[in-house]
């Protein structure tokens, strides 16, 4: 029977980085059919495996093809599989996969809309998301109220918030009348509401927010909110060469 490191699989189920998995094998959290795991334990699909206590969902043995859809997520949807208070979920509008699970890539907040993605690959998820890979996020932003080089000075400089140091690596003018404007804003980490904090430490107000990029991964114009698509051959052999994966 075919079997596989459990470092692994656990990465394609999209628990951790395999090297994440590792430390917790040496720290006795994962076990396999109710035994304490040890590095360099291989399973196959009959295998029970718990991590913490909890049993993990396995993915098939057999070999199956990345995947990777984009998704234009509008306002009011949220970022869960499921929510309690009944709102739509960004899960609810994907195609199914069988014997696997959706991971996704990063998250909007419920008023936030654009670029989402989502694999069956959690290794590659987890790379795209770890701040050592300074993978690139794109927002067109919308702000309230007068903005000063000052402001702009400050935002390109870095601002400390309650966790830590933020900064957008660059801030581009990309118009607008009256009293709203329109800003081009690249992040390279993925921090909680981090583009309207970092505007809102500086009294600006964000009235709309749209992520447009993500690495490579441009929103097409022509994908309507609420819609997915898979991302062609190049677009993802571009995406995966940014966190060195094979």
Known sequence: ???????????????????????WISQGRIKINGQVAQLGDRIDNSAKVQVDGRPVPLYSFQTTKRRIIIYH??????????????????FEKLPPLRG???VMIGRLDLNTSGLLMF????????????????????YAVRVLGEVSKEILQNLRRGVELDDGLATFSEI??????????????ILK????????????SQGVKVSRLIRVRFGNIQLPRLLRPGKWRDLE???????IKLVKLR
């Open 1 to 23: 029977m075919t079997t596989e490191k459990l470092q692994k699989v656990l990465a394609r189920a999209g628990l951790g980085s395999r090297r994440e998995i590792e430390g």
């Open 73 to 90: 997520k509008p306002e009011g949807e949220v970022c869960t599989r499921s929510d309690p208070e009944g709102r739509p979920t960004v």
């Open 100 to 102: 696997q699970r959706w």
């Open 119 to 138: 694999t069956n690959d959690g290794e590659l998820a987890h790379r795209l998301l770890h701040p050592s890979y300074e993978i690139e996020r794109e």
């Open 172 to 185: 581009h003018d990309a118009g607008g009348t009256g009293a709203n404007h329109w800003y081009h804003v």
């Open 189 to 200: 980490e993925g921090r909680q509401r981090e583009v309207r904090r970092l505007w809102e």
């Open 233 to 239: 051959t190049e677009e993802m052999a571009g995406l």
